[in-house]
């Protein structure tokens, strides 16, 4: 009897070692999140190669509020007419490059229900 009792709590010791193994194991796969993020971002990236590029005209630039006024012309894939307008500027940096009577060429798109300012160079 105790022999058996001492083969047993050998064999509940090695269970538990191997299940505390697994468990570790376990714990280890949602430590990948870097997987995701970076898929996303490869996404983000694909999205804005292939906006259309936009002429304009910048007319203010608002840094504080981190918005700028364009008169653009049409931008198809707003279906958007050409008008003067403020856009929400995707980076804030985006507008230290740009003040008011400049020609830029610019991409847009909808971002949260805000139409946005993804990229902005100077010239046509
Ligand atoms: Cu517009």
Same mark, same amino acid.
């Given at each position: 009897?105790?022999?058996?009792?001492?083969? /047993?709590?050998?064999?509940?010791?090695?269970?538990?070692? /191997?299940?505390?193994?697994? &468990?570790?194991?376990?714990?280890?796969?949602?430590?990948?999140?870097?997987?995701?993020?970076?898929?996303?971002?490869?996404?983000?990236?694909?999205?804005?190669?292939?906006?259309? /590029?936009?002429?304009?005209? +910048?007319?203010? +630039?608002?840094? &504080?509020?981190?918005?700028? /006024?364009?008169?653009?012309?049409?931008?198809?894939?707003?279906?958007?007419?050409?008008?003067?307008?403020?856009?929400?500027?995707?980076?804030?940096?985006?507008?230290?490059?740009?003040?008011?009577?400049?020609? +830029?060429?610019?991409?847009?798109?909808?971002?949260?229900?805000?139409?946005?300012?993804?990229?902005?160079?100077?010239?046509?």
């Amino acid at each position: 009897m105790k022999r058996r009792f001492a083969a /047993s709590a050998a064999m509940l010791t090695l269970i538990f070692l /191997s299940g505390a193994a697994m &468990a570790g194991a376990a714990a280890d796969k949602p430590m990948d999140p870097a997987m995701h993020g970076g898929a996303a971002e490869k996404a983000g990236a694909t999205t804005a190669v292939t906006l259309p /590029s936009v002429s304009g005209t +910048v007319t203010k +630039v608002d840094e &504080a509020a981190g918005k700028i /006024s364009i008169d653009h012309q049409a931008i198809p894939n707003l279906s958007m007419d050409a008008m003067t307008m403020v856009f929400k500027a995707a980076d804030p940096a985006l507008l230290k490059a740009a003040k008011p009577g400049d020609a +830029v060429t610019f991409t847009a798109d909808k971002v949260n229900g805000q139409l946005t300012v993804m990229t902005l160079k100077k010239g046509k």
